[in-house]
Nanobody, 117 residues
């Protein structure tokens, strides 16, 4: 059974930092990613990383502030978020897929990130 378990969300002031973690189990993946969904908004892509090569990609809105990384031995992906802004407030979801192409198939339950102004 595939499980993605996020942790690390919380309340932080503008300019602060948080690190999200996503622990994966049940199978191996080719790519993992973070998405977020603010109230009343569609879910949007934040960042992704390929498991083998560690190639990364980011949404323009977070480039230079967020860093996605992986720890293969723990099958865990991280999202380091610095210089947080109120517009980063959202539920953050971890996602994974077994192949590099196609949609993300597996999703975590989400973790709330709130940035106060």
């Amino acid at each position: 059974q595939v499980q993605l378990v996020e942790s690390g969300g919380g309340l932080v002031q503008t300019g602060g930092s948080l690190r999200l973690s996503c622990a994966a189990s049940g199978r191996t993946f080719s790519s993992m990613a973070w998405f977020r969904q603010a109230p009343g908004e569609d879910r949007e892509f934040v960042a992704h990383i390929t498991w083998s090569w560690g190639s990364t990609d980011y949404a323009d809105s977070v480039k230079g502030r967020f860093t996605i990384s992986r720890y293969n031995a723990k099958n865990t992906v991280y999202l380091q978020m610095n210089s947080l802004k109120p517009e980063d407030t959202a539920v953050y979801y971890c996602a994974a897929k077994p192949t590099l192409i196609g949609p993300y198939k597996y999703w975590g339950q989400g973790t709330q990130v709130t940035v106060s102004s």
